[in-house]
């Protein structure tokens, strides 16, 4: 479903920040990317999103080439990402409505998924408030629901967690599971170890633009031969980071 060869990215004339990167995600499967900050996570989901080009190497998402058709891969991905904002002066209904039309959602359609996935994440007493005065909690539920709003086959989260509580983070992890059962391929990225343990069927540990380890939670622990996922990270890390 998601197949990533040899990519690589500097923007302009900097170092490489993602070096020779390559995995696969397939049908039914959550992978996730975990790193620290400026490990290359978003630079990574953009290029594979179609937002950025690889300098070099390839990606192709239901055996489409990102470089020849974006558009088409931009019809198949669901992608929530930390540097797009809602619109601060719409409401979630506005834009739910808004996002239905430009995928093309039959309009007789938009009430009903609108009413299930509101419903589904406690959106509705909100639903005719500006964005604006919305709990950071909430307004990422909004996002979730708009980047999934045309049933997507592939969902790429761009740290699908961050700022939530532990309630409304289980409340996204409990989706992104179903969302697995239904077979569809989920790429998460997440500095949270917890998070990657407990969702993710495959785990790239990424330091400095490189995939360092990649396996199971419980594979890199052993790997390493370590108390815990956590303590199998910070070894990684410590092992392949370089300073300066
Ligand atoms: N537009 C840009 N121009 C130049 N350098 C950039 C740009 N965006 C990111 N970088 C650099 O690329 C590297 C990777 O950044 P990136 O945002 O992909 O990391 P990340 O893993 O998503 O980090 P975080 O956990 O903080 O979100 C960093 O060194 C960053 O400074
Ligand atoms: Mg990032």
């Given at each position: 479903m ?5 990519v ?6 900097s ?7 390559s995995f696969h995600?397939g ?5 996730g ?5 400026g490990?290359?996570k978003?630079?990574?989901m ?5 937002l950025?080009t690889?300098?070099e190497g390839?990606v192709?998402?239901?055996?489409h080439d990102?470089?020849q058709s ?15 904002k809602?619109d601060?002066?719409?409401?979630p209904n506005q834009?739910f409505d808004?996002?239905g039309?430009?995928y093309?959602?039959p ?9 299930e996935?509101f419903?589904?994440f406690?959106?509705t007493p909100?639903?005719?408030?500006r964005i604006?005065?919305?709990s950071?909690?909430?307004k990422?539920?909004?996002?979730i629901v708009i ?10 989260f ?6 939530l509580?532990i309630l409304?983070?289980?409340?996204v992890?409990?989706?992104?599971l179903e969302l697995?059962?239904?077979?569809r391929?989920?790429?998460?990225s997440t500095?949270?170890?917890s998070v990657?343990e407990?969702?993710c ?11 360092v ?15 815990n ?5 910070f070894?990684?890390?410590?092992k392949?980071?370089k300073e300066?």
């Amino acid at each position: 479903m998601i197949q990533v060869e040899h990519v690589s990215k500097r923007y302009n004339k900097s170092a490489l920040v993602v070096k020779d990167v390559s995995f696969h995600v397939g049908e039914g499967q959550i992978f996730g990317l975990l790193g620290p900050n400026g490990a290359g996570k978003t630079t990574l989901m953009q290029m594979i999103s179609t937002l950025l080009t690889p300098t070099e190497g390839s990606v192709k998402i239901c055996g489409h080439d990102t470089k020849q058709s974006p558009r088409q891969i931009r019809e198949r991905i669901g992608f929530l990402t930390t540097e797009i904002k809602l619109d601060p002066l719409s409401t979630p209904n506005q834009l739910f409505d808004f996002f239905g039309e430009l995928y093309d959602i039959p309009k007789e359609q938009i009430p009903v998924k609108k009413k299930e996935s509101f419903e589904r994440f406690g959106i509705t007493p909100f639903a005719d408030k500006r964005i604006m005065e919305l709990s950071t909690g909430m307004k990422q539920k909004i996002s979730i629901v708009i980047s999934l709003i045309h049933d997507p086959q592939v969902i790429i989260f761009d740290e699908p967690t961050n700022g939530l509580d532990i309630l409304t983070s289980r409340q996204v992890m409990d989706y992104l599971l179903e969302l697995k059962a239904l077979g569809r391929s989920v790429l998460l990225s997440t500095h949270i170890f917890s998070v990657a343990e407990q969702l993710c069927d495959e785990i790239a540990i990424l330091v400095d633009g490189t995939i360092v380890e990649q396996g199971s939670a419980e594979e890199l622990t052993a790997k390493t031969e370590s108390k815990n996922f956590e303590e199998a990270f910070f070894k990684l890390y410590t092992k392949y980071h370089k300073e300066g």
